[in-house]
Every structure is written in C-alpha cells, then in structure tokens.
C-alpha cells in the first residue's frame, strides 16, 4: 500500500518546498523505503519548456523527454529515482487534457465543471503508479490562498478523503520571521497560512517552519496549540551553509520520525546516513579550491543553471575540492578581448541556451580556453559554438555560423556549420521537424545513446563505449564539415548510433577540451557525480597546481 504526504507551503514563495520534499524523499530511503516525488504546478503553462530561464530558472529534462519545474532536479539528486513525465504536471496540462476529453465527447455531454471534472484529472495524475513505492511525496507549487492553487488543494483534500484513514498525510511548510526591532520570533504568519488551509478542508500533520535559527519551546508550543498539530511535529528549518545539509538537519530536527508516526509506522526502522555523512564530510572538508567561471547568458538568475552548479559541486566532492564557481556574462565581451574577463580561472564552462545574444562572447571564451590551454567544458550550445570557433581560426571557414541566429542569408553570407535538425531517430521512429512547429515539446529531448571512439579522452572519462544522455536542443553541428574540422585537430569522438549527429567533440591536443551536445549535469548527483563533472574539475585542480 502506498502513503501519500501532500507538501504544501504558506506565508511566501521560495521557502523550499523542493528541498524539503527531497530531504525527507532521501530520510525515507535511508530508513529502507522506496519513494517517488511528484510536482503539481499552478500556473497554466503547459510546462516550462517554453518559459524564460529569468521567470523560471532552468527546465529539467528526464529521460523520457518530459520539460519539468526544476524542483524534479532536487528529487532526483537527493534520491537517485529517475523522473519521469507522469511526475510533473501543471494547471496548463490538466485544463488542457479536460478540454480534449470534451472535445472527444467523453464527458457525455455534462457541463465542464471545476469540480469534479477539472479536480478529478488531478486526482487521476496523483494515482498514476501508485502501487509502485512505499511513499509518493506530491508537492504542490505556490502557496496556499493563491487562486491558481485552489483546483490543486481541492483535488488533494478530495484525494484523502477517498483513500482509507491513516494513508495520506498533509505537511505544510511556512516562514517565521524574525523582528530585529522587537527581537521577537513570530508565529502569526504561520497561524494564518494553517488558518487558510483548515478553511479549505486540509489540516496539516506536520509543520515545517523555516526561520534563521532555532525555535524556542515557547514558540514551538504555541505554533501546537494554534495550529493543532502536536508539539513533535513542529519542525525548525534552519538556514544551511549547503543544501547537501539538509537530510542530516531535517532528521536531527525529527522530521522522518514526525512523519512515520503521522503513519502509525512502529516501531521505525533505523536510518542508515552514511552515505550523508560522507556527502557533508566532503562539502565542509575540502583540501584545496579551484575557480571555475560559467560563461553564460542567464548569469542574474544563478537557478538558470541550477544543475550545472551542483554538477560541479559534485564534482568537487569526488575530487576534495571546493569549486568557486563564477558567473560571467558571455554579452561583456561580445566586442571585447575576453583575456581581463577569464584570466585566472583554473577551467571554463559554457553552458546551454538559446537566440543569439552573447554568443560571440561564448565563441571567444571557447577560443581563449583553446589557446591557453586552460580545461574547457561545452554544454549544448557551448559544444557549438566551439566547433564554430574552431571552423572559424582553425579550420579556414571563416564564415562559420548557427542557422539559429545566421538565419538571413541574404543579409549576412555564412555557412551554417550548425543547422536546424529537421528528422531523428527515436527508437524505432524517426521524428520529423520544421521550423514552423511550435515551440514547446518539440525539441529532441530526453535520453539518446550515443557511441564513443575508441582512445578517445571521453571513453576514458566514461569508462565505457556507449553511453546515453539526456538532450534538449533543435539545433546540430552539420556532419559534413567533420572531415575539415577532425583535419585541424578538432576529434568527433561521439556520434549517433546511426553516425549521423555529433554528440561529442574533443581538441586532442589540448589537456582537456571537450564539448557535449547533451546535458550531462542533468543526471549529476552528490554521491555519485557524473564522470564529466568529476574529470572536469580534477583537470581544474591539476590546472591549479601549475599556476
């Protein structure tokens, strides 16, 4: 039989749910139980493929190609399940699954309704699977009282009440925060947020309250006696120096023990945290530091490349460094020498994105790394735009250009050394593309296989001949300029099964110059860090020690 804990929050947005969620998917884990965690998003995008990386921060792939809230990123790295599509789902996609089941007729011609017909989709998603794990963990986005929301909270209410008693839970995550002035910790706020959700019908079990520092028992006893939850229930979310933290903090706080007795689960079997205790030690014991800068596009909002910052923690771990990472603009030297801007960094990664702005700048700092010999990591865009620069100055095609932003030919000669991919193949189809789609869902996504050449620097990274990744991206490096680009030194040493999309290129001459047109960061994970990351930054580290 599946458990079923309802994370929602209160008081203000960005408390971290998502974390919370993760923290305690991995406390469960560790007392033995499987588990899977679920977002349920408000707003009414079909999903967030097609949102800006500033309104949303990034989109997280899984394998089965479904673009996902970012919070997926955090279940996946603190558990180790691997997401799916069916653990994603926002007002956008149910509106829009009830409005085709109208369409086809099958609601029998009844008036479409909020409720039942909007909040019984929902109820329908939560179930997908339901008999697989010991506990499914579905968190709810927003806050309570957002009207977006209402359907979400409505469906999980009804959701308890059609389950046996004792199968599902409510956890409510809010804000205490603290008056400088009067010096006072305050529990109005949260009293309110429980008020709002008991006026819906939910009651909350237990009680996350985020705050700076510890929470008085005299605080702790009356957020009990006002919120109607027991006083062992009230858990204090202290702000951490790191995220990888939190499991070690939630459990000292009692939050997995609060949660098997809301289940009646006795007596609970003991957590096993070493795996925790090695993650924490390797965070807060580093023997050594490397700098590395992310020359990107989305640099104000760092949850932009959220993956790629904890891809690269991770990578420290496995190696007992600390990476300070360093964002920088790719837009300030688009016109510039980039030499001021990355000299002294011990590697260079560019990531990912999209549209032309600041993609001179990412074509310079792939060609300061080339030349100077300093480890270099393309991601997506990252891997084009240095084999554009190495068509450009290595390879004679001085006019070498990306069909996404070189698209009007008549008004700028280039040779479009990438292009818009058009058809693939997925399994046993072959997916047909044009320019005129629309834009969500239509990339390549999810995982793909690709096949390493032999010797090469990444099938000693990997360890392996094959590998398989997860992709998003429409555009490719065009197979036909390979013979000229593998003559100037630039090796493909990852390609399609079918040989016909590069996947991987790599500068053999260099000490560790490799670009991925996947996104490896995507499955990247603090007890076992992708063997990229983890290479990466140990050349970081051999860099460091030279200057």
């Avoid at 706080?253 to 006795?266: H, K, P, T």
């Avoid at 240095?386 to 095609?397: D, F, H, K, Q, S």
């Avoid at 693939?424 to 072959?430: C, D, H, M, P, R």
């Avoid at 100037?488 to 790599?506: H, K, Y």
Wanted: net charge negative; proline share 5%.
């Amino acid at each position: 039989m599946t458990r079923f804990i309802f994370i929602t929050g209160g008081v203000v947005s960005s408390l971290g749910k998502g974390l919370a969620s993760a923290a305690l998917g991995a406390l469960l884990q560790a007392r033995g139980f499987s588990v899977r965690l679920r977002k349920l998003d408000p707003y009414l995008n079909v999903d967030p493929g097609t949102m800006s990386p500033f309104e949303h921060g990034e989109v997280f792939v899984t394998d089965d190609g479904a673009e996902t809230d970012l919070d997926l990123g955090h279940y996946e790295r603190f558990t180790g399940v691997a997401a799916r599509k069916t653990d994603s789902v926002s007002s956008g996609r149910i509106y829009s699954n009830v409005l085709e089941k109208e369409r086809r007729g099958d609601y029998l011609g009844k008036t479409i309704q909020v409720i039942p017909h909007v909040t019984d989709e929902i109820k329908d998603f939560i179930a997908i699977g339901e008999n697989e794990v010991d506990f499914m963990l579905c968190e709810i986005g927003g806050t309570v009282g957002d009207i977006e929301g209402l359907p979400f909270f409505e469906a999980i209410r009804q959701f308890s009440q059609d389950k046996p008693r004792g199968q599902c839970i409510f956890m409510h995550l809010t804000l205490l925060p603290w008056i400088k002035a009067s010096g006072e910790l305050k529990t109005k706020p949260t009293q309110h947020s429980v008020k709002e959700l008991r006026s819906i019908g939910i009651a909350p079990d237990i009680l996350v309250c985020r705050s700076e520092g510890p929470i008085p028992d005299k605080e702790r006893a009356k957020l009990a006696l006002f919120c109607n939850v027991r006083p062992e229930a009230v858990i204090a979310a202290q702000d951490l120096s790191t995220i990888y933290d939190a499991p070690l903090a939630y459990h000292r706080e009692g939050l997995d023990q609060a949660v098997l007795d809301a289940f009646q689960i006795s007596p609970a079997p003991r957590p096993e945290l070493s795996r925790w205790e090695d993650v924490s030690d390797r965070v807060h014991h580093p023997e050594g530091e490397v700098r590395v800068a992310i020359v990107g596009k989305y640099t104000q909002l760092e949850d932009a490349y959220k993956s790629i910052a904890e891809a690269l923690i991770h990578g420290g771990m496995a190696n007992r460094v600390k990476v300070k990472i360093e964002w920088v603009d790719a837009e300030t030297f688009d016109t510039k020498d980039p030499a001021p801007y990355l000299e002294g960094f011990h590697a260079i990664l560019v990531p990912g994105g999209f549209g032309e702005r600041g993609t001179e700048g990412k074509i310079k700092a792939a060609q300061f790394a080339r030349e100077r010999k300093v480890p270099y990591l393309g991601i997506c865009l990252g891997m084009q735009m240095a084999v554009i620069e190495a068509a450009r100055n290595v390879a004679g095609v001085a006019t070498a250009g990306s069909e996404e932003f070189d698209h009007e030919a008549d008004k700028k000669r280039f040779e479009p050394v990438v292009y818009h991919l058009k058809e693939w193949v997925q399994g046993n189809y072959t997916v047909r593309r044009t320019t005129d789609d629309d834009k969500g869902g239509t990339m390549r996504l999810g995982a793909y296989t690709a096949v390493l050449a032999e010797g090469s620097r990444v099938a000693q990274v990997y360890g392996a001949s094959q590998i398989e990744e997860r992709h998003r991206h429409r555009y490719e490096v065009d197979i036909k300029y390979r013979e000229k680009l593998e003559a100037a030194g630039l090796c493909f040493s990852g390609m399609s099964p079918d040989g016909r999309l590069p996947e991987i290129v790599e500068w053999s001459d260099h000490p560790w110059f490799i670009g991925v047109q996947f996104h490896p960061e995507l499955k990247s994970k603090p007890f076992a860090p992708h063997p990229l990351f983890a290479d990466f930054v140990r050349a970081a580290k051999e860099t460091s020690r030279l200057v």
